[in-house]
């Protein structure tokens, strides 16, 4: 007996939901404890029921109808709606009949509070636009306040078109993470180093020290990942790229950088460190082990070879990228080298939205397009690469980035209802080809609803919206 009950701790705790299953060894003759063990339903938080459940595991499992049950942060179970049914008793339950249920999208790279800056200085390329509009609009107006009444309206707009992690550069980050961990987003958040004077750093040196700053405040945040955010080769010196690189390699945080994003970037690189950016940053030995490049768009084949080499993950933004006409990423040179490939929208100053589902779509069109072949990049890898492949680039593929049981539970719940995604044949072609943000109906993060229904639960949305009105004021009359 006393064997037996060995057996069946090891059993329970080698289970890798933590609950009684039925994995009883067949030797094992049925007790009156065993059935009532096997029979008494764990107690979960939340159970997500009957959906159309796209999981983006190893196997790119699809369960039609499937449920999951979530309990505290973690996703602790997958299965059949009558198994789920079963073996939970959950305190609260959404129906998710004849909905997807999928991971949260991952936006490898954006600057969440220029949602204050949409729409301003359009059809222009990169320098003119940045020079002429967003560097001065930001020298007058970015303030801790500004930052946060931005970052909010950005969230809002993440969780309302179902992103649940975002990679971010900007200013006064620590104002982001604070908006970011209320709103109960996931965040990548990095603190900007540039080289002239800005808001909230006067040199790159007091960049640098407000980055550890942000770093050690927020370091083991259960949502936060603080980051460091040299700008880009352009607008930064050899000196201060490497005291960049030997702070995020002695705090161990991940690195963004906007790299290679136009062929002007390109010649500007050459000018000023007499190299390429990509051969710049490796001279320098750069790299840290999580470096997330933003755009990677005028890269050669050489260097794609050496961003592998580094395991240096690439977030390819392709509204950005067509909107200012920077170029296309050589996506499909990154896949055939095994680099990491996510998706970002960038700031929505450049996109204009941060809408992933759009940004999905375009990551497939614009590789098909390119390349001349309708099979580049194909429906499911579209939303691999905006889901487990965002989570690679960010250094989160154990945590996030699929349905699976241990992950998590970062994951939304998309209507399929809307006269365009009629007919439904393939869930995972109306995700990507038909979808858009505003289907998302429920957003949940660390097994947290953060939206249900399309009411935003951790966010006064009237009130964000006001205050993001009243505070454009302050950019119309910078740029007048
Ligand atoms: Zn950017």
Redesign the pocket.
């Known amino acids: 007996m006393r064997i037996r009950m060995l057996a069946a701790t090891l059993l329970l705790i080698g289970s890798p939901i933590g609950v009684p299953t039925t994995r009883f060894p067949a030797w094992w003759g049925e007790s009156a404890w065993q059935t009532a063990v096997m029979r008494q339903p764990a107690a979960v938080s939340l159970v997500i029921a009957n959906g159309i459940v796209i999981t983006v595991d190893g196997g790119r499992r699809i369960l039609n109808p499937g449920s999951l049950a979530i309990n505290g942060t973690d996703i602790v179970a997958v299965d059949t709606p009558a198994n789920i049914a079963a073996r939970f008793k959950a305190a609260d339950t959404i129906d998710a009949t004849g909905q997807v249920v999928m991971p949260g999208l991952i936006n490898t790279?954006?600057?969440a509070a220029m949602v204050m800056y949409r729409g301003l200085g359009n059809d222009l390329a990169l320098m003119d636009w940045l020079q002429k509009y967003i560097f001065p609009a930001e020298a007058k107006t970015v303030s801790p306040e500004f930052v946060r009444i931005g970052t909010r309206l950005a969230a809002l707009e993440m969780i309302q078109s179902g992103t649940t992690l975002f990679a971010d550069?900007y200013y006064f980050e620590e104002e982001v993470a604070r908006v970011t961990k209320a709103a109960g987003l996931r965040g990548v958040l990095g603190q900007t180093v540039i080289e002239f004077p800005v808001a909230d750093a006067k040199t790159p040196a007091a960049a640098l020290q407000r980055s550890e700053r942000f770093a050690k405040e927020f370091a083991g945040d259960e949502l936060i990942t603080p980051s460091i955010a040299p700008h880009a080769v352009y607008t930064l010196d050899a000196k201060t790229l490497t005291a960049v690189s030997e702070l995020a390699k002695r705090l161990r945080i991940p690195i963004q950088i906007?790299l290679a994003e136009t062929s002007a970037e390109t010649g500007m690189s050459q000018q000023r460190h007499k190299m390429r950016p990509v051969a710049i940053l490796d001279s320098l030995k750069f790299w840290a082990p999580v470096t997330i490049a933003?755009?990677a768009v005028w890269i050669e084949p050489d260097e794609i070879a050496l961003l592998k080499q580094h395991s240096v993950g690439v977030s390819n933004?392709p509204e950005?990228n067509m909107k200012l006409s920077s170029g296309t990423a050589p996506v499909m040179g990154y896949r055939k080298a095994g680099v990491n490939v996510g998706i970002g929208t960038?700031?929505a100053a450049s996109n204009n939205d941060l809408d992933m589902f759009e940004a999905m779509r375009q990551a497939a069109f614009q590789q098909k397009l390119i390349t001349m072949d309708p099979t580049a990049i194909s429906a499911p890898e579209a939303l691999e690469m905006a889901t487990i492949g965002g989570a690679r680039v960010v250094g989160q593929q154990t945590r996030v980035g699929s349905i699976e049981v241990g992950k998590r539970a970062d994951v939304i719940v998309v209507g399929m209802s809307k006269a365009r995604q009629t007919p439904l044949f393939d869930p995972v072609s109306q995700i990507v080809y038909a979808s858009r943000g505003d289907d998302v109906e429920t957003t949940i993060v660390n097994g947290k609803v953060l939206m249900r229904n399309r009411k935003v639960l951790t966010l006064d949305e009237a009130r964000v919206l006001s205050d993001a009105k009243a505070a454009a004021d302050q950019v119309r009359k910078a740029v007048r």
């Open positions: 790279h954006t600057h550069m906007h933003a755009h933004n950005s960038d700031g």
